[in-house]
């Protein structure tokens, strides 16, 4: 049973809205009949989780009847519609977001309170669906919010991970990785589809045939066959009637497979079939960025493109039979980083060896569906797969792979440039060398009708840098879309404060155009608005404080400066940097404690990859140095640094609306675009960045005066790279010396000098790959500035709200339209109930 309600609820997200009687007793009866008839329990036993289970029940209820009214109106008007191909969907919780959308929150939330529960209370009873590392993952689940809002038709293809990405602790400062079962005790939103469960063939080899008219033909004797398990999860557009489809696969064993052996008495070895085949959709690979390279990674790529064609196929067959012609005007895959590629010949494939298609055919076809999307430069994240791997797994796709390339070659790159090999080896798919590889990205690339890049920097660094060659055959296949985020999730559901001012300002209407909150502009220098809008802040903080205690133990005043750098741990995002600051700020604290600073909380949250070995360093240093500072009487608390452990999408709603400084400080040219830094700058938040990603363009939009930009820009980091000497700056810093040496002390590891080494030896030892020590002095004089500006409670609240107010770009809907006019050709469908 659950007690009543705290009466000091953590959360910020109160609102003071009336709300209609009628629907809260509606709400209220409906809830309390899911409890009694579905989840099979009553009002007074009830847990907190069987609570949470009646609520989704209840919600359900409104969302399956619009997601069949949805589905009909599309089949009804054979539409053209976009499937999102993507290795991840970091959907978070789902249950404050779609009472959100269903404008149901305030209801519930009477409604809980009528039973004396805290609806934000029950909603922490949801695990977040982590299935994804970061930023690209979360992408694609802010995409499909969009996809639903602006009634565009489509479905969201993915792999149902029984374990998403691992759940983080922190032990002696140190990472340790547990399992994530998110599904341990059922997911109640999902909903399971076995009349669309798809046969997957895997391994074997392709025998050469020749057909009665003399032509040869290939034909694929697979060694085994996998079953797809598909998983719905219906998204809810805002106020929309539209909802969209995620739809998961998950790998079983085939019957037929295990009872031969289980029927000769391998009842054993029928088992342990089985597990080979359900390890495909078993974990999310925990790499950002980087690729594994591993069999199975493969395996999980093919496996859930394989499924989502066929069942594209399926769809498209109901109305066009067996006539193609019309495939690729109602048929647009957007392919989500190289990690789907495989789907191309894949659709080859079946297009060629189960439609019975010409392969002229079947490539007109191919050619004009794919688009291509490419969310990093980074060189080891450019999937490579060896070609031995192929031979294995998959030999006719390897087959059609090569017939591909080989037309490419000798069509469109001989025409251009003939007989230049030395162009040829660069754009072939296949990389010779000890061990030949495929090369994704290319493959990407040949096919796809358009390839963009996610901000404006990075585009072009996609087009000059990284294909230039392809970038001269074809310059129009290259464009940009600049990322986007859902304001409904980034502001309306966690920030009702700020919702709530929106609203005053500018109307009900700006979660759906998010440019109406322009007008606040109006207002940033009215000083009535400037303590409305720093009060909310405020509130946020205070609610972050609390959380912080909760998870950490260390106090921290709400009145502080609140510093945030929070995203996935890697050297190109430079936490160390920030490390390097902080323990600068301490020095010269200890060398006069009694100086005017503004008291400042640094809050970290990041994962680490587990095999990341200096990753995992730095954060045992943020952990290490922490917790001296926060110890230390000396400075006088005016200097904190919490670590949050397991930073994930319902930690960054809590982190997020509270910050007063966004960091977003990787090196230029290294982040393609970053996310947070908008959600940051929708809720107030100052950005302290360089010009890297989107960043660029969000000071285009709020200012740069109104943030604090360092360090070197791409061009200058291209420039410096090659004749880079960190020990320059190192030797020349009185400071900098000071603190990469104190690394080396054991002065924030007592007993285990050398424990925080290895960042100094990348730092110097290993050439610093990242520039930490160029950009130093820069960084810390931006840092100088913030906290002047920060001193001026009015300049502060000013610079605050044209950040939040001039963000309008940066919905996920503009992202959304722009792909469906440039890209997808794509048109919206309302869909009336
Ligand atoms: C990323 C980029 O690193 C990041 O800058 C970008 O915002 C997102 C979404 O486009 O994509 N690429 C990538 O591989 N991951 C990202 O977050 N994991």
Aim: proline fraction near 4%; aromatic fraction near 10%; charge should be neutral.
């Amino acid at each position: 049973p659950v007690k009543a309600a705290a009466k000091t609820s953590t959360s910020a997200t109160q609102t003071t809205a009336t709300v209609d009687k009628a629907q809260v007793k509606a709400f209220k009866e409906q809830v309390e009949k899911h409890l009694r008839t579905t989840i099979g329990t009553s009002p007074v036993k009830a847990s907190k989780l069987a609570w949470w289970q009646a609520v989704v029940a209840t919600v359900n209820e409104d969302i399956f009847g619009r997601l069949t009214d949805t589905q009909q109106t599309h089949a009804k008007n054979d539409t053209r519609a976009v499937h999102y191909l993507s290795a991840e969907f970091l959907m978070g919780r789902l249950t404050i977001n779609n009472l959100t959308n269903l404008e149901k929150f305030d209801v519930a939330r009477e409604a809980l309170k009528e039973f004396g529960l805290d609806i934000n209370e029950i909603c922490e009873e949801e695990p977040d669906m982590a299935l994804g590392n970061g930023g690209l993952g979360r992408l694609a689940a802010c995409f499909m919010d969009s996809l639903a809002t602006c009634n565009y038709p489509c479905v969201g293809y993915g792999i149902h991970y029984e374990n998403g990405l691992f759940r983080q602790e922190i032990r002696a400062g140190k990472q340790v990785e547990r399992p994530d079962s998110w599904r341990e005790y059922g997911c109640p939103w999902e909903a399971c589809r076995p009349e669309s469960v798809q046969n997957i063939p895997l391994g074997g080899y392709v025998e050469k045939q020749t057909a009665p008219d003399g032509s040869q033909c290939s034909v694929w004797h697979p060694s085994s066959m996998i079953k797809g398990v598909p998983w719905d999860i219906p998204v809810v557009g805002y106020r929309g009637s539209s909802v969209a489809i995620l739809r998961l696969w998950e790998s079983r064993s085939t019957e037929q497979f295990n009872w031969d052996v289980f029927n000769a008495g391998g009842y054993v070895d029928a088992q342990a079939e089985k597990s080979l085949a359900e390890t495909i959709s078993k974990v999310l690979y925990p790499n950002d960025s980087t690729e594994a390279g591993k069999e199975l990674r493969l395996t999980q790529q093919y496996f859930f493109c394989a499924c989502s064609l066929r069942d594209i196929l399926r769809r498209y067959k109901r109305s066009h039979h067996n006539d193609f012609s019309e495939f690729a005007a109602k048929i647009a895959i957007q392919l989500n980083d190289t990690h789907p590629t495989i789907a191309i010949p894949e659709l080859m494939r079946l297009l060629i060896d189960e439609e019975g298609l010409s392969y002229d055919q079947a490539w007109d076809i191919t050619s004009k569906t794919f688009n291509y999307t490419n969310h990093t430069l980074l060189p080891e994240a450019l999937e490579k797969w060896p070609v031995y791997i192929f031979e294995k797994l998959l030999p006719r796709h390897l087959e059609l792979i090569y017939e591909i390339n080989f037309r490419f070659l000798n069509g469109p790159v001989e025409a251009k440039w003939p007989g230049n090999n030395e162009i040829k080896s660069r754009l072939s798919i296949i990389e010779e060398g000890e061990v030949r590889k495929v090369r994704m990205a290319n493959l990407c690339v040949i096919t796809s009708e358009h390839v963009n890049g996610v901000a404006k920097i990075h585009s072009k660094l996609v087009k000059e840098n990284l294909f230039p060659d392809y970038a001269q055959l074809w310059p129009n296949k290259f464009c940009n879309v600049t990322n986007g985020v859902t304001p409904r999730r980034w502001i309306l559901s966690c920030n009702r404060g700020l919702a709530e001012l929106y609203n005053d300002v500018a109307g009900k209407d700006w979660p759906l155009d998010l440019d109406k909150c322009e007008v606040l502009k109006k207002y940033a220098d009215k000083k009535e608005y400037q303590d409305r809008f720093m009060k909310i802040k405020h509130d946020n903080k205070v609610a972050l404080a609390k959380t912080i205690k909760e998870l950490t133990g260390v106090e921290v005043d709400p009145n502080a400066m609140f510093d945030v750098q929070v995203k996935r741990l890697h050297e190109y995002k430079r936490q160390h940097l920030n490390l390097l600051y902080i323990m600068s700020l301490y020095k010269s604290l200890l060398e006069d404690p009694d100086q005017d600073i503004v008291p400042q909380v640094f809050i970290f949250g990041a994962k680490a990859a587990p095999a990341y070995t200096l990753a995992k360093d730095i954060i045992f240093a943020i952990n290490a140095v922490g917790e001296k500072i926060n110890n230390d009487l000396r400075i006088k608390g005016k200097l904190k640094v919490v670590f949050l452990p397991n930073y994930r999408v319902s930690l960054a709603e809590k982190i997020i609306p509270a910050a007063d400084i966004s960091e977003q400080i990787s090196t230029a040219g290294y982040e393609a675009s970053g996310t947070s830094n908008m959600k940051f700058s929708m809720n107030g938040a100052l950005t302290l960045g360089t010009m890297d990603g989107a960043n660029i363009e969000i000071v285009e939009q709020a200012g740069i005066e109104n943030n604090f930009i360092f360090g070197l820009s791409v061009d200058e980091v291209l420039e410096l790279k090659p004749r880079y000497n960190p020990w320059d700056y190192y030797n020349a810093d009185h400071d900098l010396k000071a603190v990469v040496d104190w690394l080396d002390s054991d002065f924030f590891t007592p007993g285990q000098p050398g424990a925080l080494s290895s960042i100094k030896t990348s730092l110097l030892n290993n050439g610093d790959p990242f520039l930490v020590l160029a950009d130093f002095a820069s960084y810390k004089e931006a840092h100088q500035r913030a906290q002047k500006l920060f001193k001026d409670k009015a300049k502060w609240a000013r610079a605050a709200m044209i950040n939040s107010a001039t963000m309008g770009i940066f919905s996920s809907d503009r992202s959304i339209r722009d792909y469906a006019e440039n890209i997808w050709t794509l048109r919206s469908q309302i869909v009336k109930k």
